[in-house]
Nanobody, 124 residues
Framework: QVQLVESGGGLVQAGGSLRLSCAAS????????MGWFRQAPGKEREFVGT????????YYADSVKGRFTISRDNAKKTVYLQMNGLKPEDTAVYYC?????????????????WGQGTQVTVSS
C-alpha cells in the first residue's frame, strides 16, 4: 500500500492549463502503475489515464488523448497530470491511484490505493 496526496487543482478558464501532482509515500513506488481518474458531480468516477511503473508507457481515455499528459518522477515518488486545452466538461475532482496491475487497459479493481482528490474547475 502507498499513501497518495494530490495537489495543484484550481480554477482555470477554458483553453488554459493546469498541472496536478500526486506525491506518494512508501518504498516501492516504482513498482506501481499509477492512474488518474476524475469524478464530476452526479457522475461516476471516470478513467483519465495511466502510466507504467518505469514511466515509459502511458494509456489515455479518448476524451483526454492529445490534451493531457501523465508523467512520473520515481526519485521524487511523484506522478503528474499535465492538462492543456481544458474544457468546462473537464471540471471534476481528480484522483490519483496506485495499481498493482498493468498500465494498459487497467481494471478498476487493480487500484488499491487512492488519494483524497483535488478539485479542478474550468470556466467557460
Amino acid at each position: 500500500q502507498v499513501q497518495l496526496v494530490e495537489s495543484g487543482g484550481g480554477l482555470v478558464q477554458a483553453g488554459g492549463s493546469l498541472r496536478l501532482s500526486c506525491a506518494a509515500s512508501g518504498r516501492t513506488f516504482s513498482s506501481y502503475a499509477m492512474g488518474w481518474f476524475r469524478q464530476a458531480p452526479g457522475k461516476e468516477r471516470e478513467f483519465v489515464g495511466t502510466i507504467s511503473g518505469s514511466g515509459g508507457y502511458t494509456y489515455y481515455a479518448d476524451s483526454v488523448k492529445g490534451r493531457f499528459t501523465i508523467s512520473r518522477d520515481n526519485a521524487k515518488k511523484t506522478v503528474y497530470l499535465q492538462m492543456n486545452g481544458l474544457k468546462p466538461e473537464d471540471t471534476a475532482v481528480y484522483y490519483c491511484a496506485a495499481s498493482s496491475g498493468s498500465y494498459y487497459r487497467p481494471s478498476l479493481a487493480d487500484f488499491g490505493s487512492w488519494g483524497q482528490g483535488t478539485q479542478v474547475t474550468v470556466s467557460s
